[in-house]
């Protein structure tokens, strides 16, 4: 004998009347809340594959129950419900993807590593005594000198900038690094 139901007793019709509801005029509370019991774990696997993120694939998979629910008056074939959920699927990974791959791209840099306390006084310290010696430079040799390592131009941009041959910039350069390495470097 047939089990109760909480409605009354059942019957075969009734299983019957059941069945050819799901295929039928079947609600669409009822019909996505049964397709979301039978596939939900199946159409999260489908979208974590094809997303790489569970996480990002359960919303897609959410967003395509509720687009079904919202157009189930309109759907023609309720049989083939599944394939839509999973055509949805499909589509809104697709649409993730895009989504972060161009989120992606405009990512920020990410920010640098603060010195401590200690070690921004003693570069200073460091980078006061450089300029100190520096400054003591003849005027060309410090701006050689400036052009190169702290703009990083090359021979030929910082003759062009300065307006003279490529080997009074060697000659200034090698003059001014001997003079600072003297300045700085305590005899040994």
Request: with cysteine; net charge positive; glycine share 8%.
């Amino acid at each position: 004998m047939p089990a109760a139901s909480a409605d009354g007793p059942s019957s075969e019709a009734d299983d019957g009347a059941r069945k050819g509801a799901r295929t039928g005029a079947e609600s669409a509370d009822a019909a996505v809340e049964r397709l979301y019991a039978e596939h939900w774990t199946g159409l999260v696997r489908l979208g974590a594959l094809l997303v790489r993120d569970r996480v990002g694939a359960e919303e897609v998979v959410q967003d395509a129950f509720i687009a079904l629910h919202r157009r189930w008056g309109s759907v023609r074939e309720p049989d083939k419900a599944l394939a839509y959920l999973r055509r949805s699927v499909v589509n809104g990974c697709r649409s993730a993807q895009r989504k972060n791959a161009v989120a992606g791209r405009y990512l920020p840099e990410p920010a640098r590593a603060v010195d401590s306390a200690e070690d921004t006084v003693l570069a200073g310290a460091g980078n006061a005594a450089v300029l100190a010696a520096l400054g003591r430079l003849p005027r060309r040799q410090r701006e050689v000198l400036v052009l190169r390592h702290w703009l990083d131009l090359s021979e030929a941009d910082i003759a062009t900038t300065l307006r003279i041959s490529r080997g009074s910039v060697k000659t200034h350069s090698s003059r001014g690094l001997d003079a600072l390495r003297t300045t700085l470097e305590p005899d040994t």
